[in-house]
């Protein structure tokens, strides 16, 4: 059946009128296709709308006229912490929003669980992970330097022989 659809893009949350086909269990993985991005979203907290306080200013950085004319970047506040989070990623102020709530969220959860929070442990992790790494790099750099120090000494030996 083809009909006019009001179809909301699920990266970028806008909407637009389009002519297509639909199927009666097609909308249900939407849900599913919006949680893929971050697999640790599950356990961040759930904004209430009313606790936040929301603002739009103007931005700053480069970009000239499109960043000082326009007012997209986003201030949310949370209310009973007092968080404060300010996002100014894109020249899009329903992007800006999305991306503010996310983080808002992630700073609740730090917030709120404190030591415990899934994304202070993932962030140690990578911290650790690249500090062996790191470890691992000098480990070898130092072999390569014993090496030539041994090759250097086995051929003044040789030129000492000879």
Not at 6 to 24: A, E
Not at 25 to 53: H, M, R
Request: hydrophobic share 30%; aromatic share 4%; charged share 30%.
């Amino acid at each position: 059946m083809t009909s006019r659809l009001l179809v909301q893009n699920i990266f970028f949350s806008t909407k637009r009128l389009t002519r297509g086909t639909t199927s009666p269990g097609c909308f249900p993985l939407w849900s599913v296709i919006q949680g893929a991005g971050k697999k640790y979203l599950t356990d961040l907290p759930v904004l209430n709308e009313d606790d936040l306080e929301e603002q739009f200013v103007r931005g700053s950085g480069p970009g000239g006229q499109a960043t000082n004319k326009t007012s997209n970047c986003v201030v949310l506040k949370h209310i009973p912490t007092g968080v404060v989070v300010k996002c100014h990623k894109t020249r899009s102020a329903e992007l800006n929003r999305k991306h503010a709530r996310e983080i808002m969220r992630e700073k609740l959860d730090v917030v709120y669980k404190g030591s415990d929070s899934e994304l202070l442990k993932m962030k140690e992790e990578s911290r650790m992970r690249k500090q062996e790494k790191r470890a691992k790099v000098n480990e070898n750099l130092e072999k390569k330097k014993l090496f030539k120090e041994m090759l250097s000494a086995d051929a003044k030996r040789g030129n000492n022989d000879g």
